[in-house]
């Protein structure tokens, strides 16, 4: 268990489990966010994102978070793990809401320093519209690498504890 990808809508919890993992396996974590979004929150260009995912997604060991659904073929066929964060809309609403607060005026820490905490009306219906819109492509996905990849779906709050918990007692993924 070298390379973990984790994936899910925004405010799914992704970076937190994320950092829980790396932090009990001792595998490095790539926030994804951190490197797409340049300062003042410019995108990355395709081909130098491509690059970068190519490249990270290549080391030995990792633990990645982030959707970017344009390059998921390539994580999903390095990754050993996918934990997909299939969490109910209205606690990835109220995430997004509360981190918007509790980051008002800063950044959070998996973001680009220069990115400050930020919320409109177009990112709250690209949560809403998650689960109709791009969770659909994402089953397909995992039901195609179901049979070579260990694929975990987390879908409530509790699961993710449970999960963190069997990782402590265990040492494992399960």
């Not at 395709?46 to 978070?65: P, Q």
């Not at 680009?112 to 930020?118: D, G, W």
Request: aromatic residues 10%.
């Amino acid at each position: 268990m070298n390379r973990i990808l984790v994936i899910g809508s925004a405010g799914s919890g992704k970076s937190t489990l994320s950092q829980r993992i790396g932090e009990r396996l001792q595998l490095p974590v790539i926030h994804l966010d951190k490197y797409f979004w340049k300062p003042n929150w410019i995108p990355t260009p395709n081909d130098e994102w491509d690059r970068f995912v190519m490249e990270a997604a290549n080391r030995e060991r990792w633990i990645m978070d982030g959707n970017y659904s344009r390059t998921l073929d390539l994580r999903l066929k390095r990754a050993d793990v996918v934990l997909f964060l299939d969490m109910p809309r209205w606690l990835c609403l109220y995430r997004i809401f509360k981190r918007r607060i509790r980051y008002h005026g800063t950044t959070r820490p998996d973001l680009n320093e220069e990115c400050p905490e930020k919320l409109d009306w177009e990112f709250v219906k690209w949560v809403w519209n998650y689960k109709k819109r791009s969770r659909p492509n994402v089953i397909d996905k995992l039901d195609s690498v179901r049979d070579q990849k260990k694929v975990i779906i987390v879908k409530t709050r509790r699961q993710a504890k449970e999960l963190i918990k069997r990782l402590k007692e265990k040492g494992e993924l399960s």
